[in-house]
Protein backbone atom coordinates (compact mmCIF):
# COMPACT_ATOMS: atom_id res chain seq x y z
CA UNK A 1 0.00 0.00 0.00
CA UNK A 2 1.10 3.26 -0.54
CA UNK A 3 2.20 5.77 2.03
CA UNK A 4 -0.49 8.13 0.67
CA UNK A 5 -2.99 6.49 0.44
CA UNK A 6 -2.23 4.41 3.96
CA UNK A 7 -2.53 8.12 5.62
CA UNK A 8 -5.41 8.44 4.10
CA UNK A 9 -7.47 5.56 5.13
CA UNK A 10 -5.64 5.14 8.56
CA UNK A 11 -8.18 7.01 10.22
CA UNK A 12 -11.20 5.10 8.42
CA UNK A 13 -9.18 1.76 9.33
CA UNK A 14 -9.49 2.26 13.12
CA UNK A 15 -13.26 3.25 12.65
CA UNK A 16 -13.41 -0.32 10.65
CA UNK A 17 -12.03 -1.74 13.45
CA UNK A 18 -14.55 -0.49 15.84
CA UNK A 19 -17.06 -1.73 13.52
CA UNK A 20 -15.41 -5.10 14.07
CA UNK A 21 -15.38 -5.23 17.68
CA UNK A 22 -19.12 -4.54 18.02
CA UNK A 23 -19.74 -7.17 15.42
CA UNK A 24 -21.09 -4.83 12.34
CA UNK A 25 -18.89 -6.99 10.47
CA UNK A 26 -19.80 -10.42 11.15
CA UNK A 27 -22.19 -11.03 8.17
CA UNK A 28 -23.95 -14.00 7.76
CA UNK A 29 -25.20 -15.76 5.08
CA UNK A 30 -28.51 -14.63 3.51
CA UNK A 31 -27.45 -11.42 4.43
CA UNK A 32 -26.52 -8.20 3.11
CA UNK A 33 -25.26 -4.88 4.77
CA UNK A 34 -26.38 -1.86 3.50
CA UNK A 35 -24.52 1.72 4.11
CA UNK A 36 -26.99 4.68 4.45
CA UNK A 37 -27.27 8.38 5.61
CA UNK A 38 -28.83 8.72 8.62
CA UNK A 39 -31.70 10.62 7.14
CA UNK A 40 -32.68 7.70 5.03
CA UNK A 41 -33.66 6.03 7.87
CA UNK A 42 -37.32 5.67 8.51
CA UNK A 43 -37.90 5.26 4.74
CA UNK A 44 -34.47 2.48 4.10
CA UNK A 45 -36.19 0.54 7.24
CA UNK A 46 -39.97 0.22 5.85
CA UNK A 47 -37.82 -0.77 2.65
CA UNK A 48 -35.89 -3.07 4.25
CA UNK A 49 -38.84 -4.76 5.54
CA UNK A 50 -40.34 -5.34 2.01
CA UNK A 51 -37.26 -6.63 0.76
CA UNK A 52 -36.99 -9.57 3.41
CA UNK A 53 -40.58 -10.50 2.57
CA UNK A 54 -40.01 -10.62 -1.33
CA UNK A 55 -36.41 -12.21 -0.89
CA UNK A 56 -35.92 -13.64 2.20
CA UNK A 57 -32.51 -12.17 2.45
CA UNK A 58 -32.52 -10.03 5.80
CA UNK A 59 -30.94 -5.86 5.70
CA UNK A 60 -28.51 -5.24 7.99
CA UNK A 61 -28.72 -1.62 7.90
CA UNK A 62 -25.45 0.57 8.82
CA UNK A 63 -26.65 4.29 9.33
CA UNK A 64 -24.44 7.22 9.74
CA UNK A 65 -23.22 10.58 7.95
CA UNK A 66 -22.33 9.53 4.89
CA UNK A 67 -18.70 10.88 5.14
CA UNK A 68 -18.47 8.59 7.66
CA UNK A 69 -19.64 5.42 5.89
CA UNK A 70 -17.23 6.67 2.90
CA UNK A 71 -14.36 6.57 4.91
CA UNK A 72 -15.57 2.62 6.64
CA UNK A 73 -15.91 1.65 2.86
CA UNK A 74 -12.19 2.97 2.07
CA UNK A 75 -11.26 0.80 4.81
CA UNK A 76 -12.79 -2.37 3.99
CA UNK A 77 -16.14 -2.87 5.63
CA UNK A 78 -17.78 -5.40 3.90
CA UNK A 79 -20.68 -3.05 2.93
CA UNK A 80 -22.58 -4.56 -0.03
CA UNK A 81 -24.88 -0.93 -0.94
CA UNK A 82 -23.86 2.41 -0.34
CA UNK A 83 -26.56 5.30 -0.54
CA UNK A 84 -25.02 8.64 0.23
CA UNK A 85 -26.77 11.88 1.00
CA UNK A 86 -24.63 13.83 -1.58
CA UNK A 87 -22.75 13.27 -4.47
CA UNK A 88 -19.20 13.84 -3.11
CA UNK A 89 -18.74 10.73 -1.28
CA UNK A 90 -20.33 8.14 -4.20
CA UNK A 91 -18.39 10.28 -6.64
CA UNK A 92 -14.79 9.87 -4.38
CA UNK A 93 -15.96 6.07 -4.25
CA UNK A 94 -16.23 5.94 -7.63
CA UNK A 95 -12.79 7.82 -8.63
CA UNK A 96 -10.82 4.84 -6.31
CA UNK A 97 -12.85 2.36 -8.22
CA UNK A 98 -14.32 1.22 -5.13
CA UNK A 99 -18.15 1.18 -6.40
CA UNK A 100 -19.89 -0.33 -9.13
CA UNK A 101 -20.77 2.49 -12.01
CA UNK A 102 -23.26 0.58 -13.74
CA UNK A 103 -25.08 0.39 -10.51
CA UNK A 104 -25.20 3.98 -10.10
CA UNK A 105 -28.32 5.67 -9.58
CA UNK A 106 -29.59 9.25 -8.24
CA UNK A 107 -33.01 7.55 -6.41
CA UNK A 108 -34.35 10.85 -4.65
CA UNK A 109 -33.97 14.38 -4.00
CA UNK A 110 -34.12 16.80 -0.54
CA UNK A 111 -34.49 20.06 0.51
CA UNK A 112 -32.87 22.07 3.05
CA UNK A 113 -34.97 24.12 5.88
CA UNK A 114 -34.25 26.05 9.10
CA UNK A 115 -35.93 24.86 11.82
CA UNK A 116 -36.21 26.06 15.32
CA UNK A 117 -37.72 24.62 18.59
CA UNK A 118 -41.74 24.67 18.37
CA UNK A 119 -41.92 25.92 22.86
CA UNK A 120 -39.39 28.72 22.07
CA UNK A 121 -40.23 29.46 18.75
CA UNK A 122 -37.70 32.67 17.84
CA UNK A 123 -38.74 35.71 15.55
CA UNK A 124 -37.35 34.10 12.47
CA UNK A 125 -38.90 33.36 8.89
CA UNK A 126 -35.99 33.38 6.59
CA UNK A 127 -32.31 32.43 6.68
CA UNK A 128 -31.68 36.28 6.94
CA UNK A 129 -32.64 36.67 10.18
CA UNK A 130 -29.87 34.48 11.13
CA UNK A 131 -27.87 37.80 11.25
CA UNK A 132 -30.24 38.68 14.10
CA UNK A 133 -28.47 38.83 17.47
CA UNK A 134 -30.87 36.78 19.19
CA UNK A 135 -30.07 33.89 17.35
CA UNK A 136 -26.42 32.61 19.13
CA UNK A 137 -26.28 29.25 18.30
CA UNK A 138 -27.11 27.47 15.20
CA UNK A 139 -26.86 23.52 14.82
CA UNK A 140 -25.07 22.34 11.25
CA UNK A 141 -23.79 18.63 10.32
CA UNK A 142 -20.16 18.92 10.25
CA UNK A 143 -19.34 20.38 7.07
CA UNK A 144 -16.44 17.35 6.64
CA UNK A 145 -18.51 14.53 6.73
CA UNK A 146 -22.11 15.74 6.58
CA UNK A 147 -23.61 16.42 3.72
CA UNK A 148 -26.47 18.64 5.29
CA UNK A 149 -23.23 20.45 6.84
CA UNK A 150 -22.12 20.98 3.40
CA UNK A 151 -25.24 22.59 2.23
CA UNK A 152 -25.45 24.92 4.95
CA UNK A 153 -21.83 25.49 4.71
CA UNK A 154 -22.93 26.70 0.77
CA UNK A 155 -25.93 28.43 1.76
CA UNK A 156 -24.46 30.77 4.70
CA UNK A 157 -21.45 31.47 2.23
CA UNK A 158 -24.18 32.28 -0.09
CA UNK A 159 -25.76 34.65 1.12
CA UNK A 160 -22.86 36.01 3.77
CA UNK A 161 -23.81 34.88 6.74
CA UNK A 162 -20.87 32.38 7.24
CA UNK A 163 -18.12 34.41 8.85
CA UNK A 164 -20.72 36.09 11.06
CA UNK A 165 -22.20 32.75 12.74
CA UNK A 166 -19.00 30.99 12.86
CA UNK A 167 -18.61 31.60 16.21
CA UNK A 168 -21.73 30.08 17.23
CA UNK A 169 -22.00 27.28 15.32
CA UNK A 170 -22.43 24.19 16.36
CA UNK A 171 -21.41 21.08 14.83
CA UNK A 172 -22.90 17.96 14.81
CA UNK A 173 -21.94 14.61 14.15
CA UNK A 174 -24.91 13.54 11.47
CA UNK A 175 -28.69 15.67 10.58
CA UNK A 176 -30.66 14.03 13.42
CA UNK A 177 -28.03 15.12 16.18
CA UNK A 178 -28.65 18.69 14.71
CA UNK A 179 -32.44 17.68 15.04
CA UNK A 180 -32.01 16.69 18.69
CA UNK A 181 -30.34 19.82 19.46
CA UNK A 182 -33.62 22.08 18.00
CA UNK A 183 -35.52 19.61 19.66
CA UNK A 184 -33.88 20.10 23.04
CA UNK A 185 -33.76 23.64 22.74
CA UNK A 186 -30.15 23.26 22.74
CA UNK A 187 -29.90 25.44 20.55
CA UNK A 188 -31.71 28.63 18.87
CA UNK A 189 -31.86 27.19 15.50
CA UNK A 190 -30.85 24.20 12.82
CA UNK A 191 -30.07 23.19 9.45
CA UNK A 192 -31.69 20.15 8.56
CA UNK A 193 -33.21 17.91 5.53
CA UNK A 194 -37.05 18.31 4.72
CA UNK A 195 -38.04 14.87 5.23
CA UNK A 196 -36.07 14.84 9.10
CA UNK A 197 -38.58 17.25 10.06
CA UNK A 198 -41.78 14.98 10.64
CA UNK A 199 -39.07 12.72 13.38
CA UNK A 200 -39.16 15.59 15.57
CA UNK A 201 -42.99 14.56 15.88
CA UNK A 202 -43.93 18.33 16.78
CA UNK A 203 -41.19 19.77 18.43
CA UNK A 204 -39.18 21.80 15.55
CA UNK A 205 -41.00 23.62 13.12
CA UNK A 206 -39.53 24.93 9.47
CA UNK A 207 -38.93 28.60 9.60
CA UNK A 208 -37.79 28.92 6.21
CA UNK A 209 -36.99 26.99 3.30
CA UNK A 210 -33.49 27.85 1.42
CA UNK A 211 -33.17 29.04 -1.70
CA UNK A 212 -32.40 26.51 -4.65
CA UNK A 213 -29.69 28.30 -6.12
CA UNK A 214 -28.16 28.81 -2.57
CA UNK A 215 -26.61 25.12 -2.40
CA UNK A 216 -25.95 21.84 -4.88
CA UNK A 217 -28.52 20.37 -5.64
CA UNK A 218 -29.64 17.88 -2.75
CA UNK A 219 -29.37 14.36 -4.55
CA UNK A 220 -29.18 11.14 -2.98
CA UNK A 221 -26.92 8.36 -5.07
CA UNK A 222 -26.92 5.02 -4.78
CA UNK A 223 -24.51 2.14 -5.53
CA UNK A 224 -23.71 -1.76 -5.26
CA UNK A 225 -20.30 -2.10 -3.07
CA UNK A 226 -16.95 -3.38 -5.74
CA UNK A 227 -16.10 -6.04 -3.37
CA UNK A 228 -19.72 -7.01 -2.20
CA UNK A 229 -20.12 -11.12 -2.48
CA UNK A 230 -23.57 -10.48 -3.08
CA UNK A 231 -24.04 -9.17 -6.07
CA UNK A 232 -26.88 -10.22 -7.37
CA UNK A 233 -28.64 -9.60 -3.77
CA UNK A 234 -27.58 -6.29 -3.81
CA UNK A 235 -28.65 -5.11 -7.51
CA UNK A 236 -32.20 -6.38 -6.15
CA UNK A 237 -32.16 -4.13 -3.20
CA UNK A 238 -31.42 -1.15 -5.70
CA UNK A 239 -33.75 -1.98 -8.18
CA UNK A 240 -36.52 -2.19 -5.10
CA UNK A 241 -35.58 1.48 -4.16
CA UNK A 242 -35.77 2.83 -7.32
CA UNK A 243 -39.19 0.63 -8.01
CA UNK A 244 -42.35 2.51 -8.14
CA UNK A 245 -42.87 0.23 -4.64
CA UNK A 246 -39.80 1.33 -3.18
CA UNK A 247 -40.23 5.38 -5.10
CA UNK A 248 -43.54 5.14 -2.94
CA UNK A 249 -42.08 4.52 0.26
CA UNK A 250 -39.75 7.55 -0.54
CA UNK A 251 -42.17 9.83 -0.74
CA UNK A 252 -44.10 8.87 2.22
CA UNK A 253 -41.54 10.08 4.59
CA UNK A 254 -40.96 13.56 2.26
CA UNK A 255 -38.53 13.08 -0.34
CA UNK A 256 -38.78 14.14 -4.24
CA UNK A 257 -38.64 12.31 -7.11
CA UNK A 258 -34.92 12.54 -9.06
CA UNK A 259 -36.08 13.35 -12.31
Known sequence: MKLKRFRRTFPALLIFIGLFGSGLCAQEKGEILVSA???????FEEISSVYEKQ???????????????????????????????????????QADGLIVPET??????????????????????????????????????????????????????KMSLWERMKSGLVPAENVRQVLDYVA????????????????SRGKVVVAALAPENSHDPILYPIAVVKETDRPTEARKFIDLVLDDSGQAIMRKYGFLSAR
Open 184 to 199: REEVDAGIVYASDVPV
Open 37 to 43: AISLKDA
Open 104 to 157: RYSFVRNRLVLVVPTRSKPDLSSFAGLASSRISRLAIGNPKTVPAGQYAQQVLQ
Open 55 to 93: TGIRVRLNLAASGLLQKQIEAGAPVDVFASAGMKQMDAL
